[in-house]
């Protein structure tokens, strides 16, 4: 009888293991299974691999039969992959670890490997193993990770709705910008951070842009939970499913209320006097032109009252400019209160003041105010435990019944107020329109200028413009003289506003481009390579010309050996203020030939920033009045400082006018404006004089340091 012990070893007698049997029975398992598989022996040799595998490692069997794993990958994972072979083959426990194999000596994949140990009939151990290849599943997985490390830690505020517009999720820069959590937020609509400061039609206005466009983008003015309000720039986009249906919208915003504040300072700096926080000529020049347009709807009668205060230099000249500022400071808030609502108080500079009075019916109307005005002005004002005595002299001037222009009415109050202090001060003077001896001056004047022309006492001097930083003379600038035949040399000052509005300007006007051009001709026929152009002054009536761009072509080409960049027209700002679409278009013709444009005189005049955005002048000239006593002027310094920072900001080109002083030069370069003319480089001179200076001016050593 043969024993149960017998019979199993006669049975394991019977069943020898070969290689090439196991094989050829598990062919059918191995290469037809998707997963790499593997056998080895004890030694951590590879017995057996499917063709998974070998497809995985880019070998062939032969190439990989009798080898370590290890030996197939570099040497800084091989430690690795038999460690793990060993402590399977010593403790006969599976193992799952996942790997990163190196395969080609350059691609890298992520493997998930199982391994089994299992013993022979003879006793001798195999690994079995298996590889799941979970690259795709972990670059999924990081790229998973990077999205949301991006949704948390975005510097924009992100929110996610569902198709019904209900927030599903809100990142960390939400909360911290609304102040409202991520439970407070989800689940609610959006509308919860409404300010309140839009209207229900600018939110219509959203939902139908994205319904017909799919996205929207602008500012809008949110509230924090706090309560406070902050303006956004918003970016919604909607999100479609694989059907095209909306799934998600997401909305990205960044608080741009810095940026906003900082745009309201620029405009506050352009629009009101530094120290007194009284409208300046800018808004002075705004609210005048509206009164005078409401003045004629509503056929009433308006006021421009000009100010000049009596006796402030004596208080700057023995107290100081400190005290001064507080005296005008003081005598400005009585001013205003002496005012009524509606009328404006502006401060143009200096101890100089101009109030408008609107809604008079007569001229009686406005008496009541001007008493109030003179006794603001003369009551005692005590700074720093000093009693300082002023008055004021008050020229005044009514319109229509002074139908001119904003400009002229100013001047015109201007002229009264000097009546004013002539004729005792502290007291005010009504313009009078019918001044017989003022007109028949003018048209004396008008006929002079008529034979000056026909007779050709005109001349032009060439100021030089430099860039002080690097030493360049970057052009010179054409002023007109009058060679007078008995009062000599007159300066524009003495003939320029006597013909202003007057048609002979326009042909003054032409007489200087055509001679400016010939100089240019002239210096160059002479061999001069000057690297200069000549900038020229552009009337106001001239400019707006229909056809100025015509007229600009004809000069031009009857200078047919001139380029057009060598000249460059300067305009004032107060030239666009009739029609600054038509200003506008014409120097965008001009610049077509090829002329460059200047704003000039920019801070004296009555425009706004909406001029400065919408003419396409590359040069703003800051006026001299501005620059010669930036020194000792805290006002002006503000002035000079803001235009340069107005420049910027509209990525403008700056040059001062009126630079008489080493001192001057430096500080302006350390304000950052480069460009500059003036006495304290060189005063206007005559043509001849010009090729000399620029080949032996150089810049003062401080200005290039």
């Not at 309000?229 to 997401?250: C, F, P, R, T, W």
């Amino acid at each position: 009888m043969v024993s149960e012990q017998d019979q199993n070893t006669t049975a394991l007698d019977q069943f020898e293991v070969n290689s090439h049997d196991i094989e050829m029975y598990l062919d059918v398992v191995f290469n037809n299974h998707d997963d790499p598989i593997f056998v080895k022996d004890n030694e951590c040799r590879l017995l057996l691999v499917n063709d998974a595998f070998c497809q995985v490692f880019n070998l062939t069997r032969n190439e990989i039969i009798g080898k370590t794993l290890a030996e197939t990958v570099p040497p800084s994972e091989r430690d690795h992959f038999l460690a793990i072979d060993r402590l399977v083959l010593d403790k006969g426990e599976a193992i799952l670890s996942e790997e990163t194999l190196t395969i080609n000596g350059s691609e890298t994949r992520v493997i998930l490997t199982r391994k089994n140990r299992f013993i022979d009939g003879k006793g001798d151990y195999f690994i079995v193993g298996v590889i799941n290849d979970i690259t795709k599943r972990k670059l999924a997985e990081e790229e998973l990770k990077l999205a949301a490390s991006v949704f948390t830690h975005a510097g924009e505020g992100i929110m996610i709705t569902d198709a019904k517009g209900i927030i599903i999720n809100v990142n960390n820069t939400f909360v911290t910008s609304t102040g409202y959590s991520a439970v407070e937020a989800i689940g609610q609509k959006p509308n919860f951070l409404q300010s309140g400061i839009h209207p229900a039609e600018f939110y219509s206005e959203i939902l139908q842009v994205l319904q017909s466009k799919g996205a929207w983008s602008g500012e809008i003015w949110n509230s924090r939970k706090n309560g406070e309000i902050h303006a956004e720039m918003l970016n919604i986009s909607s999100v479609k499913d694989v059907d095209g249906q909306i799934s998600n919208y997401v909305g990205l915003f960044t608080d741009i209320t810095p940026m906003k504040e900082h745009q309201t300072q620029l405009e506050h700096i352009a629009h009101y006097d530094v120290l007194t926080n009284l409208p300046n000529r800018v808004l002075l020049a705004d609210r005048l032109s509206q009164s005078m347009l409401q003045c004629s709807r509503n056929m009433q009668t308006l006021a421009v009252v000009f100010l000049d205060l009596d006796g402030f230099k004596l208080v700057n000249d023995e107290h100081g400019h400190d005290v001064g500022d507080e005296l005008l400071v003081e005598i400005s808030i009585r001013m205003k209160t002496a005012l009524r609502e509606g009328d404006t108080l502006a401060r143009i500079g200096g101890d100089e003041f101009v109030a408008v009075l609107t809604n008079l019916t007569k001229v009686e109307d406005c008496e009541p105010i001007l008493d109030r005005l003179l006794l603001a002005a003369s009551e005692p004002v005590t700074v720093s435990n000093i009693v300082l005595n002023v008055s004021t002299s008050i020229g005044v001037t009514l319109y229509p019944q002074d139908s001119v222009d904003a400009d002229q009415l100013m001047r015109h109050a201007d002229q009264a107020m000097y009546v004013a202090k002539e004729s005792g001060k502290n007291r005010y003077h009504l313009f009078d329109t019918a001044q017989d001896d003022a007109v028949k001056t003018q048209q004396e004047s008008l006929e002079a200028i008529r034979s000056a022309l026909d007779n050709q006492q005109f001349v032009l001097y060439y100021q030089p413009k430099v860039n002080m930083k690097t030493g360049k003379v970057i052009g010179v600038e054409a002023l007109i003289r009058w060679q007078h035949p008995y009062r000599g040399l007159l300066n524009p000052i003495d003939f320029l506003p006597i013909i202003e509005n007057n048609p002979m300007s326009i042909e003054m006007g032409e007489w200087v481009i055509d001679t400016a051009l010939t100089q240019i001709s002239q210096w160059q026929k002479l061999g001069l390579d000057l690297p200069v152009s000549i900038s020229v002054n552009i009337a106001a009536v001239q400019l707006q010309q229909p056809d100025f761009t015509q007229r600009l072509t004809t000069l031009l080409a009857a200078h047919p050996n001139v380029k057009p960049c060598y000249l460059e027209l300067e305009v004032l700002e107060t030239s666009a203020l009739d029609d600054v679409h038509h200003v506008s278009t014409t120097m965008l013709e001009c610049i077509a030939l090829g002329v460059s444009f200047a704003l000039d005189d920019f801070g004296t005049g009555y425009s706004s920033l909406t001029y400065l955005r919408r003419l396409p002048a590359n040069l703003i000239k800051i006026d001299q009045s501005f620059v010669r006593d930036m020194l000792i002027d805290t006002d002006d310094f503000a002035i000079v400082e803001g235009v340069i920072a107005l420049a910027k900001s509209f990525k403008r080109e700056v040059i001062a006018e009126g630079v008489e002083t080493i001192e001057h030069g430096k500080a302006l370069l350390q304000l950052g404006c480069n460009l500059a003319q003036g006495y304290g480089i060189a005063k206007p001179m005559p043509a001849h004089d010009v090729p000399a200076w620029v080949n032996n001016w150089r810049p003062d050593a401080s200005w290039q340091l």
